[in-house]
């Protein structure tokens, strides 16, 4: 098979040196993503998360438009571009001081919680783009490998069962680079300390990516990622253009271990969420080709 798409390749990029016109450009502007997380609910049936847009993430590379004819050309691009999402929990939820032990502190009351995610790929998208007049149409498939990806936020929690002051803990997390906390390492991070139903006791000032876990089973999101690509594009004149693109992922990029409730238990680890996460991105840009 890779022998096949091989030639396939090498066939199509002789071809096209052959016949029709080849152009290059540039692109480049401002993302709007969000990531795609499986949304908890409470027992009246009340959301308990949002997946929130992130703006602010940019796109920038270089662009190949291959014209098959006059208004119909397969174009492909070599991209630099950010992605990510702000996730939230408000409502009844559950904080665990030290997992690591046996039989953890579980403190459970108010909470509310946020992270924003931001994941940085190398992608090659490939459209088949049609022109009318001044406007062009564009859909096909893209593929992305991930070269950054990173978390930070904060954990807010009220005890009710037991009681308890509010606790804070701020998220800094490293995907890609981060490891699990040992029951060594945990004595030896830095805690905050807070009363829980009359005692003192310590917890977490900042906790990483795999804190809550036994062990690290391979990154949180996938070195992969590919989706579906549409674009509408204007053209000001024969190679200045500026237009939106949505990318909508087909593929989980999350790992099904590292996804965990905020609100329910399964004894005392967080209960596992069922489905995947996609990548759901606009980009506003502009461009020119020569």
Not at 35 to 46: A, F, M, N, R, V
Not at 70 to 78: A, G
Request: hydrophobic share 35%.
């Amino acid at each position: 098979m890779k022998k096949i798409v091989l030639l396939f390749c090498c066939f199509s990029m002789f071809h096209i040196s052959m016949s029709g016109q080849i152009k290059f450009g540039l692109r480049a502007g401002m993302n709007m993503s969000k990531l795609l997380i499986p949304i908890e609910k409470s027992s009246t049936g009340d959301k308990l998360n949002s997946n929130e847009f992130v703006t602010g993430g940019v796109h920038v590379g270089i662009l190949f438009k291959y014209e098959l004819m006059e208004n119909l050309s397969v174009n492909s691009e070599l991209l630099y571009t950010q992605k990510g999402t702000r996730r939230t929990f408000e409502g009844d939820g559950f904080y665990i001081v030290n997992p690591k032990i046996a039989n953890p502190l579980i403190i459970k009351g108010d909470k509310k919680s946020f992270v924003t995610i931001s994941n940085s790929y190398l992608e090659v998208p490939l459209t088949i783009n049609y022109k009318l007049g001044p406007v062009e149409l564009g859909a096909g498939f893209y593929s992305g490998i991930l070269l950054s990806s990173k978390g930070s936020g904060e954990i807010n929690i009220i005890g009710k069962n037991p009681v308890s002051d509010r606790l804070l803990v701020l998220l800094n997390h490293n995907y890609l680079r981060d490891k699990t906390v040992g029951a060594s390492e945990y004595s030896n991070i830095k805690k905050n300390k807070v009363n829980v139903a009359g005692s003192i006791i310590d917890y977490p000032y900042e906790q990483s990516a795999y804190h809550d876990f036994d062990q690290k089973d391979g990154n949180w999101y996938s070195t992969l990622d590919f989706g579906f690509v549409g674009s509408l594009y204007y053209y000001f004149n024969k190679n200045f253009f500026a237009g939106v693109r949505m990318n909508y992922g087909l593929k989980s990029i999350a790992k099904d271990q590292y996804l965990l409730s905020d609100a329910y238990l399964d004894g005392t680890k967080p209960q596992k969420l069922d489905g995947g996460v996609k990548n759901y991105n606009y980009q506003f840009t502009i461009g020119f080709t020569f």
